[in-house]
C-alpha cells in the first residue's frame, strides 16, 4: 500500500463551482498534512497545512483532516481558471507525496 | 529572492555519463531533499539529508548517489545515466521535519539523456 493516495483524476468543474480533492494516507502515526498546487512545468507551491482534526480555512481554500479515517481533503471554493493544476498531499516526515490529482476548471 | 537554487536548470547530458545536479540554500535549514519527477507523475523522493545524516528511500537505485559537504549545499550524482533517468529533478528543504514545518522547493533542473 502507498503511503499517500489519489486520484489521479482529471478532476474537471465549471468555473464557480467547489473542487473537492481527497487524499488518504496509510501511516496512522502521521502528524500533520500539506497541499501542494504545482503547474506544468513549475516547481511545487505550498497552499495549506493542517494538522488537527477538522477543517482549516483560508481564504478560498478549506483542508479537512480526520484523523481516525486517515483522510485529508482540499476543498477550493469559487473556481476559477487559473486553479487548474495538479495538486498534491504530502506526509510531513520524509515529505512523501501522493501521485496528485490534475484539476481543471472549465470557463 | 531565491531561497533554494538549483543549477542548472536544463542540463543534457550522454548516455552513461556521469553528471551532477546542484542545490543550495540561503534558508539555513538542517533538511535537504531531492526528488524525481516524470511527467505526469509526482515528485519521487530518492533520499534527504537531516543535517548530515542521510536517508536514501528503500527503491532509489545504487546510480544516484548524493553529497552535502556543508548545510548551504547538495549535490545529486547520477553516475551512469540512462534514458529512464531523464525527467525534472527537484530539491527541497525545510528547518526541520516536525508538525506544520514548510518546505521549499527550488525551480528544478530538467535533465534530458541523449
Known amino acids: 500500500q502507498k503511503e499517500v493516495e489519489q486520484n489521479s483524476g482529471p478532476l474537471s468543474v465549471p468555473e464557480g463551482a467547489i473542487a473537492s480533492l481527497n487524499c488518504t494516507y496509510s501511516?496512522?502515526?502521521?502528524?500533520?498534512f500539506f497541499w501542494y498546487r504545482q503547474y506544468s512545468g513549475k516547481s511545487p507551491e505550498l497552499i495549506m497545512s493542517?494538522?488537527?482534526?477538522g477543517d482549516k480555512e483560508d481564504g478560498r481554500f478549506t483542508a479537512q483532516l480526520n484523523k481516525a479515517s486517515q483522510y485529508v481533503s482540499l476543498l477550493i471554493r469559487d473556481s476559477q481558471p487559473s486553479d487548474s493544476a495538479t495538486y498534491l498531499c504530502?506526509?510531513?516526515?520524509?515529505?512523501?507525496f501522493g501521485q496528485g490529482t490534475t484539476l481543471q476548471v472549465k470557463p | 529572492d531565491a531561497m533554494v537554487i538549483q543549477n542548472p536548470r536544463y542540463q543534457v547530458t550522454q548516455f552513461g555519463k556521469p553528471v551532477t545536479l546542484s542545490c543550495s540554500q540561503t534558508?539555513?535549514?538542517?533538511?535537504m531533499y531531492w526528488y524525481q519527477q516524470k511527467s505526469s507523475q509526482a515528485p519521487k523522493l530518492l533520499f534527504h539529508?537531516?543535517?548530515?545524516?542521510?536517508?536514501n528511500e528503500a527503491d532509489t537505485p545504487d546510480n544516484f548517489q548524493s553529497r552535502r559537504p556543508n548545510t548551504s549545499f547538495c549535490f545529486l550524482d547520477i553516475r551512469s545515466p540512462g534514458l529512464g533517468d531523464a525527467a525534472m529533478y527537484l530539491c527541497?528543504?525545510?528547518?526541520?521535519?516536525?508538525?506544520?514545518?514548510?518546505?521549499?522547493f527550488g525551480q528544478g533542473t530538467r535533465l534530458t539523456v541523449v
Open positions: 504530502a506526509v510531513t516526515g520524509k515529505l512523501i
Open positions: 501511516d496512522r502515526g502521521s502528524q500533520s
Open positions: 493542517i494538522y488537527s482534526n
Open positions: 539529508y537531516y543535517d548530515k545524516d542521510f536517508n
Open positions: 527541497a528543504t525545510s528547518a526541520d521535519q516536525g508538525v506544520d514545518t514548510e518546505a521549499f
Open positions: 534558508l539555513n535549514h538542517n533538511v
